[in-house]
């Protein structure tokens, strides 16, 4: 099973992949001072269809070459294959469209305890926010790879909207600075988690007032957060930067 491997492979030592949050496309963005990305064309959803089944097809035929030398006692080559597959997972892989086969849709519904769910959930926060340097960045992958296991296999899982929750944070890390990634997964967070149990909707707004400089998404999330929230202070500062933004004009 991908997991099983995923955290066998991480537990032998074997993560020499040190990229750091600089090194990405997105940190590299936003040091241009741009902070968001421009909306992909409508173009580009053929070719990021063929790049993710590129990946899928290159990660199953790894998996397969290391089994075989596995099953064939051959345990230099399975070490091979096996940092190659590790390697693979830990490598950069940005999302080119948001909307081609990576946030899922917001009418998904956490209604069933799932045990599965749950368990890899418990392991992702055991990676999440861990460590200094590297060592952090690394951990924030785990934790990124074990989320989006959850929500792959277990859309109707009751951890969606926690999980869409962590998922935000770790794309606003220092260890992705996606913030367009972020403010998507905030929004589901609120959309799969009816009510005002959390600050999702006033993150998504920051993010899209601060970070992608899409003040008219901004707005309409702020106001959302003075009709939806129930904590005063979140409510004061939506309220606060409404009237910056429109003038004073609810």
Same mark, same amino acid.
């Given at each position: 099973?991908?997991?099983?491997? @995923? #955290?066998?492979?991480? !537990? ?8 750091? !949050? ?17 909306? !992909? ?6 070719? @990021? ?43 950069? /892989? ?33 990676? /999440?926010? /861990?460590?200094?340097?590297?060592? %952090?960045? #690394? ?32 794309? *606003?890390?220092?260890? %992705? ?7 998507? %997964? ?45 904590? !005063? ?10 009237? *910056? ?6």
């Amino acid at each position: 099973m991908k997991r099983v491997f @995923v #955290l066998a492979a991480f !537990a032998t030592g074997l993560l020499v992949v040190g990229w750091a !949050a600089a090194d990405s496309p997105g940190a590299a963005d936003n040091k241009k001072g741009g902070g968001g990305l421009p909306p !992909a064309a409508a173009s580009d959803v053929e070719l @990021v269809e063929r790049v993710i089944a590129a990946r899928k097809e290159y990660e199953t035929s790894l998996r397969k070459l290391r089994e075989h030398y596995d099953k064939h006692g051959d345990k230099q080559r399975t070490g091979w294959a096996e940092q190659e597959l590790v390697a693979f997972h830990m490598m950069f /892989k940005p999302s080119y469209n948001l909307d081609v086969q990576d946030v899922p849709p917001p009418n998904l519904e956490a209604k069933v305890n799932v045990r599965e769910a749950n368990e890899l959930y418990r392991m992702a926060m055991e990676y /999440k926010g /861990k460590g200094l340097g590297s060592e %952090y960045t #690394l951990n924030m992958r785990r934790a990124e790879l074990l989320l989006r296991e959850i929500l792959e296999k277990y859309p109707n899982s009751d951890k969606i909207a926690d999980v869409a929750y962590q998922l935000a944070e770790v794309y *606003e890390s220092r260890a %992705y600075k996606q913030y367009d990634r972020a403010a998507r %997964y905030y929004e589901r967070s609120f959309q799969w988690m009816k009510g005002s149990r959390t600050d999702a909707r006033l993150r998504a707004a920051v993010l899209y007032d601060k970070q992608l400089n899409e003040r008219s998404k901004a707005i309409e999330l702020y106001r959302e957060v003075t009709s939806h929230d129930t904590d !005063a202070d979140r409510i004061k500062q939506a309220e606060r930067r409404l009237g *910056e933004l429109t003038g004073g004009k609810k």
